[in-house]
Nanobody, 123 residues
Framework: QVQLVESGGELVQAGGSLRLSCAASGRAFSAYAMGWFRQAPGKEREFVAAIGAGGKMTSYADSVKGRFTISRDNAKNTGYLQMYSLKPEDTALYYC????????????????WGQGTQVTVAS
């Protein structure tokens, strides 16, 4: 079992930046792929980015390519989502998730989830 705790969400002005963190505990973090998803009120949960267990393979939603960067530090059991040029439409509750080894863009493929951290981007 893996426990995940997100942090770093804040109120930020449009055009600003934030770095979200996902601290993992339990089983070896290096054995798990990690994904970031977000959900706004009244909307379905959507894929943001994912990274493989080894940190070499990454995937991004088209809406965030060139603005967001996913990374991980397995020695620290922590994953990150660096966000630049934030837009009001990025406002959502951001979730960190984990699954064995192989990354996925599908929420149903992940079996471990954090509680979410709120990102609000003001116009």
């Amino acid at each position: 079992q893996v426990q995940l705790v997100e942090s770093g969400g804040e109120l930020v002005q449009a055009g600003g930046s934030l770095r979200l963190s996902c601290a993992a505990s339990g089983r070896a973090f290096s054995a798990y792929a990690m994904g970031w998803f977000r959900q706004a009120p009244g909307k379905e949960r959507e894929f943001v980015a994912a990274i493989g267990a080894g940190g070499k393979m990454t995937s991004y939603a088209d809406s965030v390519k060139g603005r967001f960067t996913i990374s991980r530090d397995n020695a620290k059991n922590t994953g990150y989502l660096q966000m630049y040029s934030l837009k009001p439409e990025d406002t959502a509750l951001y979730y960190c998730a984990a699954r064995r080894i192989v990354l996925s863009a599908l929420p149903r493929d992940y079996n471990y989830w954090g509680q979410g951290t709120q990102v609000t981007v003001a116009s």
